[in-house]
Nanobody
Framework: QVQLVESGGGLVQAGGSLRLSCAAS????????RGWFRQAPGKEREFVAH????????YYTDSVKGRFTISRDNAKNTVYLQMNSLKLEDSAVYYC??????????????WGQGTQVTVSS
């Protein structure tokens, strides 16, 4: 059974940092693109960051550029999202995904259950 399991979410003060992890099991995703998305209450799920299979290319939504960093460890079948200088508007459920294709045409076939990130003032 293929699973993506996020961890590392929690409550943090504005300006603080969190590191999310997404561990995959059931198959190897070393050749898959990986991504992070988020969904705040009452809003649609939005793209946050993307990394290609080798880790050589990354892409971010404008609102997190310079603050968030996506990375991956294919040996551990894991992708990370380092979030610095967190803002109130970063509060959301964060989801990781795995998919095929090359940016920007990526089909995410696998999704995690999400981890809550809450930024307080």
């Amino acid at each position: 059974q293929v699973q993506l399991v996020e961890s590392g979410g929690g409550l943090v003060q504005a300006g603080g940092s969190l590191r999310l992890s997404c561990a995959a099991s059931g198959r190897t995703f070393s050749t898959y693109a990986r991504g992070w998305f988020r969904q705040a209450p009452g809003k649609e799920r939005e793209f946050v960051a993307h990394i290609n299979w080798s880790g050589s290319r990354t892409y971010y939504t404008d609102s997190v550029k310079g603050r968030f960093t996506i990375s991956r460890d294919n040996a551990k079948n894991t992708v990370y999202l380092q979030m610095n200088s967190l803002k109130l508007e970063d509060s959301a459920v964060y989801y990781c995904a795995a998919g095929s294709g090359n940016w920007p045409v990526v089909k995410y076939d696998y999704w995690g259950q999400g981890t809550q990130v809450t930024v307080s003032s």
